[in-house]
């Protein structure tokens, strides 16, 4: 079995201020991991995933990310927030199907809003 | 070229139709999805097919029947439409069905039953 829980639905930080998304899964085998992002009246675009290569994941627009196994965490990271960051912030988790399922299961998003 | 492209963008809808939203991918990959999005944003699966072949079906109604009939395409067609379809479908694909792989969402329908 597999789930991701996402810590606060909505976040607001002020431009130029750190990012922290919080996201924690539960697995039952070793998982792989992905940040996705949704802007407004759009599909979801990959901003970075974990595949066991190494422990912090760097992604598109300055985002990152760390693998913690023993807090089983994975939280999103960015140093300077933009404007253009607001948007929706899916974690996802997948185990495939030798984990008994299979495709992404999602958190249920958080809201990241961007003060001027 | 969009990688992965929907039609219809919109879909308004009487309850008791039946419809069909076309998903089409260019990326020559092996698995295709559908997504389910409700209201409050959350995404579920509903269906995974990997070479025209129907992998998972989470509980689904089954009044929403997904066809491939090649490769490149993934349609779902739902009868007997109700209210509580009423969401955004989003169609997603990779290269294989290996845990690891990036998939690619398109730009979503968003269904509308009155």
């Known amino acids: 079995a597999q789930s991701v829980t996402q810590l606060g639905s909505h976040v607001s930080v002020s431009e130029g201020a750190l990012v922290l998304l919080r996201c924690n899964y539960s697995s039952s085998v070793p998982p792989y991991l992905f940040w996705y992002v949704q802007y407004p009246n759009q599909g979801l675009q990959l901003l970075l995933k974990y595949t066991s290569a190494a422990t912090l994941v760097k992604g598109i627009n300055g985002f990152e990310a760390e693998f913690k196994k023993s807090e089983t965490s994975f939280h999103l990271t960015k140093p300077s927030a933009h404007m253009s960051d607001a948007a929706e912030y899916f974690c996802a988790v997948n185990i495939g199907p030798e984990g008994g399922a299979d495709g992404l299961t999602f958190g249920k998003g958080t809201h990241l809003i961007i003060q001027p | 070229d969009t990688a992965v492209s929907q039609t219809p963008k919109y879909l308004v809808t009487q309850m008791g139709n039946d419809k069909s939203i076309k998903c089409e991918q260019n990326?020559?990959?092996?698995?295709m999805y559908w997504y389910k999005q409700d209201s409050k944003k959350f995404l579920k699966i509903m269906f995974s097919y990997n070479n025209k072949e129907l992998i998972i079906n989470e509980t689904v109604p089954n009044r929403f029947s997904p066809k491939s009939p090649d490769k490149a395409h993934l349609n779902l067609h739902i009868n007997s439409l109700e209210l509580g379809d009423s969401a955004v479908y989003f169609c997603?694909?990779?290269?294989?069905?290996?845990?690891?792989?990036?998939?690619?969402f398109g730009p979503g329908t968003r269904l509308t039953v009155l």
């Open positions: 997603a694909s990779s290269t294989s069905t290996r845990p690891y792989n990036e998939q690619f």
């Open positions: 990326l020559g990959h092996d698995t």
